[in-house]
């Protein structure tokens, strides 16, 4: 048995066999084409997502740092207040042996003058 191809059924052949072959690498890269957008559709509804829950989370901190900077305010001038009241309620345990030093020495002096006194009076008497 033999086949018998003139040049044109040849060409024919070559051309329809390239025709397909097209054909398949266009539907093939519409499928990947077609993938792709959707890959990127998901991207975009994902960093959007993400935006908007950025964008929450700081709104949410910026309260939160604003509700933060007032008490912070409200700590600051409340330890003012203590360190103004503070001479007032507390004394240095140097103070206070100081001021007692000198309480006993005026009452020794006291005593002093009182023992003078009782001696005195008693030789004149």
């Not at 066999?17 to 690498?25: E, M, N, P």
Request: aromatic share 8%; glycine share 4%.
């Amino acid at each position: 048995m033999t086949v018998q191809l003139e040049l044109w059924h040849l060409i024919t052949l070559l051309l329809a066999f390239f025709g397909c072959v097209g054909a398949f690498g266009k539907i093939l890269i519409g499928q990947f084409e077609k993938r792709l957008n959707e890959r990127f559709a998901s991207q975009d509804k994902a960093r959007e997502t993400g935006s908007k829950a950025l964008q929450d989370t700081l709104n949410q901190h910026l309260i939160d740092e604003r509700k933060t900077a007032a008490q912070m305010v409200s700590l600051e001038r409340d330890f003012l207040t203590w360190k103004a009241e503070l001479p007032l309620q507390y004394v240095r345990r140097e103070d206070y042996v100081r001021n007692q030093t000198i309480i006993e020495a005026k009452l020794d002096a006291v005593a002093l003058k009182i023992e003078n006194l009782q001696l005195r009076g008693v030789t004149n008497a």
